[in-house]
């Protein structure tokens, strides 16, 4: 496997203890990475991966997503529509200003 440019990180609200607590997962934001997966795909972004992650402490802006190296923080991702522009800023090279978390 060669190691992705990107890795996008979309917060699941697990803690410690196993169990999902705060906004994000109440949101849905877990069903979202077959979507993002599969929008990776069609797009030919290869070098791309993306995981859920445990909380990531960003209830007041839930959903979360992250995207490393970039250390781009973005909230209120609640839908297809959010995940499409944020994707589309990364194939530009760009920010999705209107979901960054400043």
Request: glycine share 10%.
């Amino acid at each position: 496997m060669e190691k992705p440019k990107h890795h996008i990180f979309v917060c699941a609200s697990f803690r410690a203890g196993g169990d999902p607590k705060g906004i994000c997962h109440k949101k849905g934001s877990v069903d979202y990475l077959p979507y993002i997966e599969n929008e990776i795909l069609d797009r030919g972004m290869t070098d791309v991966i993306v995981s859920s992650s445990g909380c990531l402490k960003g209830c007041d802006n839930g959903p979360v997503m992250v995207v490393y190296p970039d250390n781009l923080w973005y909230g209120n991702v609640d839908g297809e529509e959010a995940i499409d522009t944020i994707l589309d800023a990364m194939e530009n090279g760009d920010t999705a200003t209107d979901y960054l978390i400043s």
